[in-house]
């Protein structure tokens, strides 16, 4: 998601310096007008805004603090955007490290994924101080149709949780009605139309029902990415005595289904659990053997 | 909800006779030009496309069946829409039993609650011929933004479980969501703000999770009444062979919830149970004992 995340902020003016472990992403970007840096390091050099696009905690970690990493060249003043999805514990305690230097962190994960990125339209929730997220705003503002700043440090990575609670959790039901509709002789397609013009609307049952519908479970977001977010919301809601009944349903899904080895499919897929207990899949028409 | 679709059956210019248990509705739809009849049979006199929209199945059978009921009066030709949520099996049943004097049976329930009903932009899901789906359009129109033929007689029905199969577990979702960034210390006014951007943003977010800030459970719709859809999908869901794990656990809190005496609560009002066993309130902002 960097790369297209990279063009915006191009394209709305600002001077760009860019790097990453692939080479092609900063190869293509320095083509477009970029400056490709050789670390973090010499990004930071060049940079007072440093937005972070990386998998997992440990790459931010090593981005930021390792050797030739951000930290030990980002001057006083400078705002770090992370906008990797990771966990609230960490963001607190990097944001108190880098303050010490006088450098702000902000927690900025984002909602919308590829589609979203492409189009400059992330939603993007923001953890931190409102001072650095002023100072850090236009760039954000370049990759995204929503900013919202939900709280102290730590904050954006909840609100994320949340998101991605709500997401897991509405693929599972768009997934059980739709085979619960299909297994009855009912046409899933007709039944998403219907569904979309009253209260069981959602993004997930215009996007992903669509998905389950072709069946097409080419990626989008991998389920197996998935899995870290889970690992977040479980470890959140268990540490504060949070009841999630359903989700923790939901999550034995996913699980599931990263361990038989459908991790690379879109977590859409999580239909295809569903469709092989009852012996349906939502994407053969049931007209084709009589409605019931 | 029979009294705002009157209403706007009214406005579009048709010729109305209504009938119902309470007076008030009736006296009230004459006054605005309506004639009031004094039962079902003497409806069905006076029309060829008969709208019902009564609480349960045994109030359908006895309106249509019953003495003084519409199926003995109707002539051939006319059309029955019956927007009422109920079993697709008794759906079927009617239809079949009305057929044999050549009156037409539509199961055509409806999405989007009191709010869609006033504003007549109900989404409407019909199970039945469309022959006869063509005869009753302009008068559905009148009360509809949205109407689907899902397929034969009883996929109305089976299209209106599905979608409150969504409906619940998206409440339940929002709810674990609200809870879990509440107790985070993050204020879940923003998170619903940030997640209306994304991926997680649904109807049920904007209105009921809107309810859920406000703890406005006044109906709406009333638990209670969602018992009802309860049995139909879970009956449906285990008839076939569908195994629905997360909403399995969802039925379980609104059970709960109706069993300990909130049943006239609207039904986002789920979200209490959660609140009472994290020991917060989501309508608490958690600014007032700061935040974590």
């Given at each position: 998601m960097g790369r297209p995340m990279a063009r915006h902020i191009l394209d709305a003016g600002f001077k760009l310096t860019v790097a990453s472990r692939s080479r092609g992403p900063v190869d293509e970007l320095a083509a477009a007008g970029a400056r490709a840096a050789a670390s973090p390091a010499e990004v930071a050099r060049e940079s007072d805004v440093v937005i972070l696009m990386v998998p997992d905690p440990p790459d931010v970690e090593a981005v930021t603090f390792g050797p030739d990493g951000l930290a030990e060249a980002l001057a006083p003043g400078s705002v770090i955007v992370d906008m990797s999805t990771g966990d609230p514990i960490l963001a607190r305690e990097w944001a108190a490290r880098l303050a010490e230097r006088g450098v702000d962190f902000l927690d900025a994960p984002v909602s919308g994924g590829m589609e979203a990125a492409i189009a400059g339209t992330l939603s993007v929730m923001v953890g931190g101080r409102a001072e650095a997220l002023e100072r850090a705003r236009p760039v954000i503002e370049a990759v995204s149709g929503r900013i919202v700043h939900v709280g102290d440090s730590g904050a954006g990575q909840i609100a994320k949780a949340a998101n991605q609670l709500v997401v897991g959790s509405t693929i599972q039901a768009v997934a059980e009605a739709l085979v619960l509709a299909r297994t009855a002789g009912v046409d899933p397609v007709r039944v998403r139309e219907a569904l979309?013009?009253?209260?069981?609307?959602?993004r997930i049952l215009e996007v992903h029902g669509q998905r389950m519908i072709d069946a097409n479970f080419k990626p989008g977001a991998r389920a197996q990415l998935y899995q870290k977010d889970l690992g977040i919301i479980q470890g959140l809601a268990r540490s504060l005595g949070v009841p999630t009944p359903a989700f923790d349903a939901v999550a034995e899904g996913f699980v599931r289904l990263v361990e038989r080895g459908d991790g690379e499919l879109d977590y859409s897929a999580l239909v295809m659990l569903l469709e092989e207990q009852a012996g349906v899949r939502v994407a053969e028409s049931p007209r084709a053997e009589g409605t019931t």
């Open positions: 979309l013009g009253g209260y069981a609307a959602s």
